[in-house]
């Protein structure tokens, strides 16, 4: 079978990939005899002039660009064939496998990996982003990312390639905004049509993400559009996990913000609060709340006796004289059905009145969150129970304080199709509660929603809850 020959130099060796209207062809240069890759844009039904603009700019980067790990441009052509008409662009074949590839057949990466691939790669977009005007790739993921002779604990020669998304500051003042790039991987600004070399720094931030869960970022949880995935690497340095969420910050003024900052913060880490940090509570409040970066405790102190518990001790006092008479007087009768009976009423109503008043002594309440669950429990003389089973720390999904009409206020966080609650039930006032509710707002990053409910409503609420566990 004779191959096919383009332009009368290049013979076509095998297709690399196809998409609609074009296709990627594995070719030999036959003046050179050196591989070659030769992408195809075809002018057909579904052609757009916009594609065109893109893949001529694509040709036009790659011709100013020199760097050993971007393929080499070499020859931009116009094809006329019986049956179509063309534009193709040839540049140097990189022989390797995607992170994709490696990906999907089980290879994993170790953290030192991670570092020595974010290193190389950071150096290309420090390159890219240096030119005049500086190039922006805009489409950083594990199909653009070529890894050759990996070995060992080596990731080998790291190559960025496929710049058909690119950006240059030139373009940018063209007057078309165009979104271009992988949905996961795009930066919250490129959505709306704007890219910055921070832009990049997103996508290598994203690509790392997935390289360390296993996960697509789309299929990660998201919090005010932070990609949550802290829970998931818990083997990683808690360092490496900072940069990650640094890279990939949807705020552009809080992200990192070139390649060479971001390289010398992988280098020499941020300081991270480690030792827990005590916050001074409101005046008054004896509320303990310790917080780092890897959680978040409160701990609310025994309510104390209260004039509910004593207005109970002054009715119960009177009642267990009146049933130890009776008691007594029952005894002497020989009624022992009845003696029976009065002991089981008094005995029972000594131990209610007796948890109750331990309960308000001794009984401390805590609610934690770390990277891995939220959890809600009681502490008693030592011992420890969970009120309500934890949840994955990803499930947390709202912030409430919810007002109740007559009854006060409580903060509800709600986790899946759990909630945990604080409020009047362990004796927080409106103060404590807003404070709190300021605090886990801030740690968590999630907004506070407000919400006012029915009293009678929020009573049958609280006996449905309570059938249900």
């Known amino acids: 079978m004779t191959s096919k020959i383009l332009a009368e130099r290049y013979e076509v060796q095998r297709q690399l990939g196809k998409q609609t209207g074009r296709q990627t062809l594995l070719a030999r240069d036959l003046q050179t005899q050196e591989l070659v890759v030769i992408k195809q844009l075809f002018l057909g039904s579904d052609f757009e002039w916009q594609d065109l603009k893109l893949f001529e700019r694509e040709a036009e980067t790659l011709k100013a660009l020199s760097h050993p790990s971007i393929p080499r441009y070499f020859d931009y052509l116009e094809i006329d064939e019986p049956n179509s008409k063309s534009f193709a662009l040839v540049q140097t074949y990189v022989e390797g496998k995607t992170l994709q590839d490696h990906l999907r057949s089980g290879r994993t ?14 150096a290309i977009l420090n390159y890219l982003h240096k030119q005049n005007p500086p190039v922006i790739h805009r489409d950083l993921k594990p199909s653009n990312i070529l890894l050759h002779s990996r ?21 940018k003042f063209g007057g078309t905004i165009t979104v271009v790039g992988t949905y996961g991987y795009m930066a919250p600004e490129q959505f709306g049509g704007r890219s910055v070399p921070a832009s990049d720094l997103y996508g290598l931030g994203a690509t790392l993400i997935y390289l360390v869960t296993g996960l697509h970022p789309t299929e990660l949880p998201q ?7 802290g829970d998931r690497v818990t083997h990683l340095n808690s360092n490496l996990i900072d940069w990650l969420e640094w890279m990939t910050e949807p705020s552009l003024n809080k992200r990192l913000s070139s390649a060479g900052e971001a390289l010398r913060a992988l280098k020499n880490p941020r300081p991270i609060n ?27 102190p025994p309510q104390g006796i209260g004039f509910g518990l004593i207005a109970l001790l002054s009715g119960a006092v009177p009642a267990n004289i009146w049933l130890l008479g009776n008691l007594i007087f029952t005894y002497s009768l020989g009624i022992n059905n009845q003696f029976i009976m009065l002991m089981l009423i008094s005995g029972s109503s000594l131990c209610a009145v007796g948890v ?7 009984r401390e309440v805590c609610l934690r969150i770390d990277r891995q669950q939220i959890s809600y429990s009681w502490h008693l003389l030592g011992l420890k129970w969970y009120y309500s089973r934890p949840a994955p720390r990803q499930d947390i999904c709202q912030l409430e304080i919810e007002q109740i009409k007559y009854r006060g206020s409580q903060v509800i966080i709600q986790a899946g199709n759990q909630k945990y609650q604080l409020g009047v039930k362990q004796g ?22 407000r919400t006012y409910s029915n009293p009678t409503i929020a009573i049958l609420n609280d006996l449905l809850r309570g059938c249900h566990k």
């Open 109 to 122: 990466f170790s953290e030192s990996e991670v570092k020595q691939l974010a290193k190389s790669l950071l």
């Open 151 to 171: 070995s060992g604990n080596s990731v080998g020669q790291v190559y960025l390639v496929d710049f058909g998304s690119v950006q240059n500051q030139a373009a």
């Open 223 to 229: 919090q005010d559009l932070r990609i949550q995935f």
């Open 274 to 300: 480690k030792s827990p940090m005590v916050v001074q509570p409101p005046p008054g409040s004896d509320i303990e709340l310790t917080q780092n970066s890897e959680f978040i405790e409160i701990v609310i």
């Open 356 to 362: 109750m008043f331990l309960f308000a002594l001794f």
């Open 428 to 449: 927080l006032s409106e103060l404590e509660i807003e404070w709190l509710a300021t605090e886990l707002s801030q740690w968590l990053g999630l907004k506070i929603k």
